[in-house]
């Protein structure tokens, strides 16, 4: 009785080379077209999320010139390091409220204001009116929020 070794002809269950190359390069592709799509939305989010922040920085202002029957201040200054609102009293002595907006991933092109510093007076309304744009430019699409605010208190993001 002779035995046969049927090993070497018999084929092994599981992928072969070609098969797993063609996997890897379709979740390749995949990947880098999903990567520039979530760049863009984190890049959106952090707009809005700045502008919901001057937003309610501006609000915090009119609600501390009421509840505290003083003028307050809302300044926008930038530098080299920061992007900064504050909100202090009129001389400027306290502060209530600073926001830097490099911190929320914002650089100095990024934000313009139409003006520096206005003053929130207790009856509810302001020196001047108030617009901060944002505009952050992602694989050549634009971002943009304003924010506008009123001399009679009005806040909006548009």
Same mark, same amino acid.
């Given at each position: 009785m002779r035995l046969t070794?049927? !090993? =070497?002809? =018999?084929? =092994?269950?599981?992928?072969s080379l070609i098969e797993m190359l &063609?996997? /890897? #390069?379709l979740v390749g592709i995949v990947m880098s077209i999903a990567g520039v799509r979530v760049s863009g939305m984190m890049t959106q989010q952090r707009v809005i999320r700045a502008?919901?922040? &001057? %937003?309610?920085d501006f609000e915090l202002a009119y609600a501390l010139a009421? =509840?505290?029957r003083v003028p307050t201040k809302i300044t926008f200054?930038? @530098?080299? @390091?920061? #992007? $900064? &609102?504050k909100v202090t009293n009129r001389t400027g002595d306290t502060t209530f409220k $600073?926001?830097?907006?490099?911190?929320?991933?914002?650089v100095n092109g990024d /934000?313009?204001? !139409?003006?520096?510093?206005i003053t929130v007076f207790p009856q509810g309304f302001a020196s001047d009116t108030? !617009? #901060? %744009?944002?505009? /952050? $430019?992602?694989? !050549? &699409?634009n971002y943009k929020r304003r924010v506008r605010m009123s001399r009679a208190g009005m806040v909006k993001v548009i």
């Open positions: 070794t049927t !090993s =070497r002809l =018999r084929t =092994r269950p599981g992928f &063609i996997v /890897v #390069i502008a919901g922040t &001057i %937003q309610t009421g =509840r505290n200054a930038t @530098s080299a @390091s920061a #992007i $900064t &609102i $600073t926001t830097d907006l490099k911190l929320l991933g914002l /934000v313009t204001a !139409s003006s520096n510093t108030l !617009s #901060i %744009q944002i505009s /952050v $430019t992602k694989n !050549s &699409i």
